[in-house]
């Protein structure tokens, strides 16, 4: 019997868990290590160059006009005012073509495989063509091409009480009186109640295997109900038209022609790509789902929205994420055409008058992280919601 004894193996760098800790925490000391010499670094410079920082700069008066605004702005209002008008026309632009670029997708993905010839043909060119344009060059085109070519506004062209010219699409504006806020309680009544019909819906189905058109019957819920409210108020709601003079439009509400330009350019560009996302996801599904649901005499409009499109949504929603997330980024380049969104106005105008670079780019690389990471939760959230539960 041999008298030698082996090396122990229950060293502490043995474990691999252990080394896994070690090596996170030197690589977590170098991070911290890094940031706080560039920290040093830059804080040394700027005091070398006497140049100050801290957002103090929001308190001062801005001096400059920002065209398109949902909430009050002058000239005489803040730097902080003005970052929160582009940080709203930002979000505003970001969400309508989330929207518009996902009806759009969703309606020329299945263009594209139509058995109609013609429109199969046409979405194809639709798709093909505009994934191969620049987006902003598109943006120019629908900004200077299409918009800045429309006439004056003494010769606008009138469609019902809209007016359309170089200057924007005039629409009439809802103005409230006494009384609305009855219509607003009654507005938020008829949103609960048609959640109500569609998990009353979706429970039916589930117990009984009978569909019945909960987003449409919804959808009815909401105008009857608001209507209703609507009527017993008064209808306390008046139309300001828009009218025509010699060298302008008076009255009305006005969509400006920078907004139109960003908004059609951002929606049908990133709808192209989203169209083939959906058709990708429609013909990921097995054929046998469509000859199964044809055998059960189902139309061919059912077909698709009841069997192939749940099921295509989970091959859709992952790449459908990177294109809201590359809208909502995009939405930055309306800046070339004067689109007064968040760079345009924070690292554009405010940088150049405050010289303020590192807090305005900063603060704007926040603002679209924070963003980006928003839309991502959001989509992973449904994206598990509508994932299969394996038994």
């Not at 122990?8 to 691999?16: H, V």
């Not at 000239?75 to 505003?92: C, D, K, P, S, W």
Request: aromatic fraction near 12%; include cysteine.
């Amino acid at each position: 019997m041999s008298d030698k004894t082996t090396p122990s193996n229950n060293s502490f760098l043995n474990d691999a868990g252990n080394r896994a800790l070690i090596f996170q925490i030197l690589l977590l000391a170098m991070v911290v290590f890094a940031g706080y010499y560039l920290f040093s670094n830059l804080q040394a410079n700027l005091d070398n160059r006497g140049i100050s920082t801290g957002f103090s700069f929001f308190n001062e008066p801005a001096g400059f006009p920002i065209l398109i605004h949902l909430i009050e702005y002058t000239e005489a209002n803040t730097y902080g005012r003005a970052f929160v008008v582009a940080l709203i026309n930002t979000f505003v632009i970001s969400l309508l073509g989330i929207i518009l670029a996902t009806i759009i997708g969703v309606i020329m993905g299945l263009a594209r495989l139509s058995k109609n010839w013609l429109v199969a043909r046409l979405a194809t060119v639709y798709i093909e063509t505009l994934r191969n344009i620049p987006l902003l060059l598109q943006m120019f085109f629908w900004y200077f091409a299409v918009l800045a070519a429309l006439p004056a506004p003494a010769q606008s062209y009138e469609f019902a009480d809209f007016l359309l010219n170089k200057r924007g699409i005039y629409s009439p504006n809802p103005i409230t009186q006494d009384g609305f806020g009855l219509v607003i309680v009654g507005f938020i009544l008829s949103i609960v109640a048609s959640i109500g019909v569609i998990v009353w819906a979706k429970k039916r189905q589930t117990r009984t295997g009978l569909w019945f058109p909960a987003y449409w019957a919804s959808l009815g819920v909401i105008f009857g109900i608001t209507f209703i409210f609507l009527a017993m108020a008064g209808f306390p709601i008046e139309f300001d038209l828009p009218t025509k003079s010699r060298f302008n439009v008076t009255g009305g509400m006005v969509l400006p022609p920078e907004f139109v330009a960003v908004l059609v350019a951002l929606s049908t560009y990133t709808g192209a790509f989203i169209a083939e996302i959906v058709r990708a996801g429609i013909l990921s599904v097995n054929w046998g789902q469509t000859e199964a649901a044809r055998s059960l005499g189902l139309r061919d409009s059912m077909t698709q929205r009841l069997i192939v499109l749940p099921q295509a949504l989970r091959v859709i929603i992952p790449p459908l994420t990177s294109q809201y997330l590359n809208l909502a980024k995009n939405s930055s380049l309306g800046a070339a055409i004067a689109y007064p969104e968040l760079v345009a106005v924070v690292m554009g105008t405010t940088l150049n008058q405050t010289g303020q670079a590192i807090e305005t780019i900063g603060l704007c690389m926040l603002v679209y992280g924070s963003l980006s990471l928003s839309i991502s939760v959001f989509m992973n959230w449904y994206n598990n919601k509508m994932s299969l539960i394996e038994r």
